[in-house]
């Protein structure tokens, strides 16, 4: 606990720290006080895996700058991630599905329903990313599987994108200064090789930065709490309906 408290006022200032506590009492409270008869949700109990519930990141132990600027652990919900994919209508096989802030791993294993080439998460909580990698695991073994999934306990600025036709998930993982190093990452990539890029950006809170400081992400689709933006090789889009 000492530990995880300097870490923790190395990498705030001090007037964050009395925040931090407070979300660490909180949590506790939560996991103590709650009783024990909540039920899974449809798709833990298919695959007897544990992507339900909400992490604040003032209850994890992470050693990074950017933990600031991170956000909770919340799941996506399932219909949603699934409904998004589905109006994509890509060749799967050719591309590679990259999930930034990917938590217990819902997202890595809703994507796995579909036949990507591979499928990766990205996740800076070392707890996190243990948890989803076990997911991974029971996930496998349960539905007979054979999809590439990988959960990398790293922080997302310090990704390489690999040279794949790629799907990113972005469920508002984290504040603009990470956004914008990692957007910048994945514009560089694709200036260094142009192929069809898709960013899926749910719960969109900065996405009037993006337009301001990313243009050539095209946005092919906006509705309420999503836009998805489009890289092709000639740097256009196409509509979504």
């Known amino acids: ?75 996506s919900p399932s219909g949603m991630v699934r409904s998004i994919l589905s109006t994509l209508g890509l060749d799967w096989r050719r591309y590679t599905f990259v999930d930034f802030g990917a938590g217990k791993g819902r997202v890595l294993l809703l994507a ?34 054979s999809a590439r999934i990988s ?21 508002n993982p984290f504040g603009y200064p990470v956004l914008e190093r990692v957007l910048s990452n994945l514009l560089a990539s694709h200036a260094r090789s142009a192929r069809d890029i898709y960013v899926i950006y749910v719960h969109p809170v900065h996405q009037a930065e993006i337009k301001r400081q990313s243009p050539a992400l095209v946005p092919i689709r906006e509705d309420e709490g999503l836009v998805v933006y489009h890289l092709g090789k000639d740097m256009g889009g196409q509509s979504i309906r």
């Open 112 to 145: 796995a329903e579909l036949p990507f080439k591979n499928i990766i998460g990205v996740e800076f909580s070392p707890e996190l990313a243990e948890l989803a990698s076990n997911n991974i695991a029971r996930y496998l073994a349960q539905a007979g599987s």
């Open 151 to 171: 959960c990398l306990c790293l922080d997302a600025v310090d990704f390489r994108f690999p040279e794949d036709p790629l799907v990113c998930y972005f469920y």
């Open 1 to 75: 606990m000492l530990q995880r408290f300097l870490r923790a006022y190395r990498r705030h200032q001090l007037k964050d720290i009395p925040g931090l506590i407070l979300k660490n009492v909180r949590h506790a409270w939560t996991h103590f006080s709650e009783p024990s008869t909540s039920h899974p949700s449809e798709f833990d109990a298919t695959y007897h895996v544990e992507t339900d519930s909400i992490r604040e990141t003032g209850s994890l132990d992470i050693d990074s700058p950017n933990a600031r600027h991170a956000v909770r652990y919340e799941p």
